[in-house]
Structure formats: structure tokens, C-alpha cells
């Protein structure tokens, strides 16, 4: 059939080689998500777009099925899987691709030795949370409630106090010998004490090594033009009120150690969504305040998929699959994956 197995990937799953067809907007944010993300087994190697549309993805789009039906588009859809060693089809459905043509297309691309998945819209919606089940001829998808009270969640809260308490123990040496490089090396307080918000919008104080200059907050008004990610958020890659040490502690991830002490008090987690500035949450949309339903973490999926590399549209995405889809094993997997992201420095400054 042409298809061919790659080498390990996406968290010791088997990659797929994967053919995303589909209308043009469908497989353009299919095809930016998985191509954006390493948390899964899937490659993208083309595209084929149904109609005339342009796609703005940068994959090779060795043809096209029609608006509508005209021959055979399983055979179209073989022949470009064949040329590019596909071993997946990935179907977006819509208007012009749903219902008796996409059972068409299925039909063929089965009896052509191909596999199919079939793009839900519910992007946001982890697998263990959705159970199908049939009814008239319909294929339902059932949407488990996300995790809000029960044994999980009073599990993560032992998990949460019983982990900041050794990690404070543990870590005592270096954080006072990071406490005394911060007094020495630039004048001002050792800690940096912000207001940040909370689970549902309550404020706390934050606690974190001081990496910037003393004056910091009142030179970001002037610094407004060289923000360099979209949204209420401010990254700025060479910001000048850091400090030399600061610059370090950022990229190691070592000045957030403190927010231990948070995790501690209950006003964090160890995991969860980045703790926000109340002036990013006035700024906030609806969709965007439900990042607010869980307690912010030290880390979380935005920790360990780039940070200040990922756009505001991405960050606030990985946190609402975080809120939704959230479970002690994922926790845990996300702790793991922290230390290899904190290692190579990826997307701290």
C-alpha cells in the first residue's frame, strides 16, 4: 500500500503518516495544531483540499476533490496517500465533505487498505472524557463532566501540599544560596511579591526570586510597542529590566521555586494553568476567563510546550484543555515533562 512506519515519536506511540483531508479552513487549523504540538504520534506529510480554496499551511498539496462529488474521491485520496506514504487519512468533515459522500469516501478508502479518523469538533475534549454510543441510526459522543469534586481533586491537594512541603525541604540549600546571589547582585528585595489572580478571580500574592530591576513596573508602560505576543499578556525576548542573574534564573525556571510557599498556602497547585496579572484578566473574554475555574500552577501545559514561544491564541488554548481534561496521571505526566522542558531552556526569557 505504500505505507511505511516511522520511528518512535510522540510519547513512545508509533508515528502515523498522515494525508488531512478535507475544505480548506478545516484542514489549515488541523494541520497548524498537529504541526504545532509534540504531545502526539500524528505527521502531517499533505493535504487535499476539497475545492478551489487556497490553503495558507505549508504541506504539499498533490491535488484536489471537487465541490461536489465527481467520480471516484477515494481514489484521488489512495493516489496521494500512495505518493506520500500515508498510512492515515485524516477526514475533516463539512458542508461539502458530510454525510453519504464522507460514507462514500470511507467505504473506499478501506477497500483501498487505508485508515480513516474523522476530526470531531470537539478539539477541546480529551478521548477518556467522550463515550459514543448509538442511537436511530446517530452516533452520539456522551461528554463526561470535567473533574470538579470527588477523590481526584482531594487527591491532587494532598498531592499539591505533600509535594511543596518536600520540595521546600529538598531545596532549601539552593534556595538560600539563589536568595544571596539576588541580594548581591543588584540592589533591592530578594523576593518579588506580585498580585496575581486565582481560582475563581480570587487575588493572591505571588512569590518569586526578584529578576528584575527594582523600577521594573513603572518603565513597562514605555515598553507597550516591543511586547512581542498578541493579547493582554507582555513577552518581550530582551527585555532591559532584567538583570544579568535574573536573565539565568528565568531560563532555568529557578526564580518561580518560590511559588512553592503558594502551592503550600493553597493559593496554587503544582500544576495548572499560568497564574495571571489582574490587568490581563480585565482584559479577558468569556471564553478566555474559564482558565480562571482551576487553581494556576508552577507548571503546567503551557510550561512544558514553549512558553513565552507560544502565542497568546496557544497559551490560552493548552489551558482550557488543562481545565477540562485535567486528572492526577495527567498531572504527574506533565511534572515529568516539565524537567526536560526546564533542562533545555525552550521558550524561557
Not at 93 to 102: D, F, T, W
Not at 146 to 175: H, I, N, S, Y
Not at 225 to 243: C, L, S
Request: hydrophobic share 40%; net charge positive; proline share 7%.
Amino acid at each position: 500500500s505504500g505505507a511505511r512506519r516511522l520511528a518512535r515519536s510522540g510519547g513512545g506511540r508509533t508515528a502515523r503518516r498522515v494525508l488531512v483531508v478535507g475544505e480548506a479552513p478545516g484542514v489549515d487549523r488541523a494541520v497548524r495544531l498537529l504541526t504545532s504540538r509534540e504531545d502526539h504520534c500524528y505527521r502531517v506529510v499533505a493535504a487535499l483540499p476539497v475545492g478551489t480554496a487556497a490553503l495558507s499551511c505549508e504541506v504539499p498539496v498533490p491535488g484536489r476533490l471537487a465541490p461536489v462529488p465527481e467520480g471516484d474521491d477515494a481514489s484521488t485520496v489512495l493516489g496521494a496517500a500512495f505518493a506520500h506514504e500515508a498510512d492515515l487519512a485524516l477526514v475533516v468533515p463539512g458542508p461539502e465533505l458530510a454525510e453519504e459522500r464522507l460514507r462514500r469516501l470511507t467505504w473506499g478508502l478501506h477497500d483501498g487498505g487505508l485508515e480513516v479518523s474523522v476530526l470531531s469538533h470537539l478539539s477541546e475534549t480529551a478521548a477518556d472524557r467522550i463515550r459514543p454510543s448509538s442511537a436511530a441510526g446517530l452516533t452520539l459522543l456522551h461528554i463526561v463532566p470535567p473533574l470538579r469534586r470527588g477523590l481526584q481533586p482531594a487527591l491532587k491537594a494532598a498531592v499539591d501540599r505533600a509535594g511543596a512541603t518536600c520540595g521546600l525541604v529538598a531545596l532549601a540549600p539552593l534556595l538560600l544560596l539563589i536568595a544571596v546571589a539576588v541580594r548581591f547582585t543588584s540592589a533591592g528585595p530578594v523576593f518579588h511579591r506580585q498580585v496575581r489572580q486565582g481560582q475563581h478571580n480570587h487575588p493572591f500574592v505571588m512569590w518569586k526570586f526578584r529578576t528584575m530591576v527594582v523600577d521594573a513596573e513603572r518603565h513597562k508602560a514605555g515598553l507597550a510597542e516591543a511586547n512581542e505576543i498578541e493579547g493582554p499578556m507582555f513577552k518581550m525576548r530582551r527585555d532591559p529590566r532584567v538583570t544579568r542573574l535574573g536573565r539565568l534564573l528565568r531560563r532555568s525556571s529557578l526564580d518561580e521555586l518560590p511559588q512553592l510557599i503558594n502551592v503550600l498556602k493553597g493559593d496554587m497547585s503544582l500544576v495548572g494553568p499560568r497564574p495571571p496579572l489582574p490587568d490581563e484578566v480585565s482584559r479577558y473574554d468569556e471564553r478566555e476567563l474559564r482558565r480562571l475555574a482551576v487553581k494556576p500552577g508552577l507548571t503546567g501545559l503551557w510550561q512544558v510546550s514553549g512558553r513565552s514561544d507560544l502565542s497568546w491564541q496557544e497559551t490560552v488554548s493548552l489551558d482550557l484543555w488543562y481545565v477540562d481534561n485535567w486528572s492526577v496521571a495527567t498531572d504527574m505526566g506533565l511534572m515529568a515533562r516539565t524537567l526536560r522542558a526546564v533542562t533545555d531552556g525552550r521558550g524561557a526569557y
